[in-house]
C-alpha cells in the first residue's frame, strides 16, 4: 500500500513538472507594449485592423476567429497570415511572446 502511494506521488510529480512552463517563457505585456506601438499598431491602433475591419483583436472577435489563446496569437505573429507579415526574424521568441500576453491582456480588459 506504501509503495502504491508512493508510485503515485511520483506520476503526479511527473506528470505535474512535465505540462509546467517555466517563468522565463511567459510573455510580459508591459515589455509586450511597446513593441506592440513600434510593430503592429500601425494596423492595429487600439485593437482594431485597418486591413480587415472584421478581424479585430476584441476579445469577441479573437473567439470567432480561434484565436484567443497565447499559443494562437503566438502562431499569427511568427508565421503571419494573408496580408499580416510574419514577425519572426524580426522580432524573437521572447518578444513575440510578450507582444502575444499584451494582446491577449488587452483583449481581456477590452481595449
Not at 503571419?80 to 522580432?91: D, E, V
Request: proline residues 4%.
Amino acid at each position: 500500500m506504501r509503495t502504491l502511494r508512493w508510485v503515485i506521488a511520483l506520476l503526479l510529480a511527473i506528470t505535474t513538472l512535465s505540462f509546467a512552463h517555466p517563468a522565463l517563457a511567459e510573455g510580459n505585456p508591459a515589455k509586450g507594449a511597446s513593441l506592440f506601438q513600434a510593430n503592429c499598431a500601425a494596423c492595429h491602433l487600439g485593437g482594431k485592423n485597418v486591413v480587415n475591419p472584421a478581424k479585430t483583436l476584441q476579445k469577441s472577435d479573437l473567439e470567432k476567429y480561434g484565436m484567443l489563446s497565447l499559443d494562437a496569437i503566438k502562431t499569427q505573429i511568427s508565421k503571419g497570415k494573408a496580408a499580416m507579415p510574419a514577425f519572426l526574424g524580426k522580432l524573437n521568441e521572447q518578444q513575440i511572446e510578450d507582444v502575444a500576453a499584451y494582446v491577449l491582456a488587452q483583449a481581456e480588459k477590452g481595449w
